[in-house]
């Protein structure tokens, strides 16, 4: 028996939706401070979307984003063992102080796979429109 893949996770602190078969969309959730623990619930849900298929992963954050100091010491991807299939991750941010924070983090924490951090929902979703070039025959 096959087992069937949920299309939608709650987490506490975001929720996950596989809207397409090439597109993760993550959506955080305003007045809930991202911890550690939080941020391990959205990486074990976004693996388990993704299932070791080849896709791209859209990430909203709240205009005024509440977080523990400790989420930017931690390598989530590598301490939760990553997201098994994620071909790139886009993030929007939606103000200038998340952005910074995200540039700041990917330097310390940088991904094997490529991250673009965004102001705007529509610039990320631009980013992921392109799609990503074919490794030459030769």
Not at 12 to 26: H, K, N, Q
Not at 36 to 64: Q, T, Y
């Amino acid at each position: 028996m096959q087992k069937e893949h949920p299309r939608m996770i709650e987490t506490r602190s975001a929720t996950l939706e596989l809207v397409s078969e090439a597109l993760v969309e993550l959506r955080f959730k305003p007045d809930v401070k991202l911890d550690v623990e939080r941020m391990a619930e959205v990486v074990h849900a976004k693996r388990e979307l993704i299932a070791g298929r080849h896709m791209d992963v859209l990430a909203v954050f709240p205009v005024e984003l509440d977080f523990e100091l400790g989420v930017l010491n931690v390598d989530h991807h590598a301490e939760h063992g990553g997201c098994h299939g994620a071909r790139r991750l886009a993030l929007a941010a939606r103000s200038a102080f998340n952005q910074r924070i995200f540039d700041i983090y990917f330097r310390y924490h940088p991904r094997p796979h490529p991250t673009g951090v965004f102001l705007t929902e529509e610039d990320a979703r631009k980013w992921l429109a392109v799609g990503i070039p074919e490794p030459s025959a030769s």
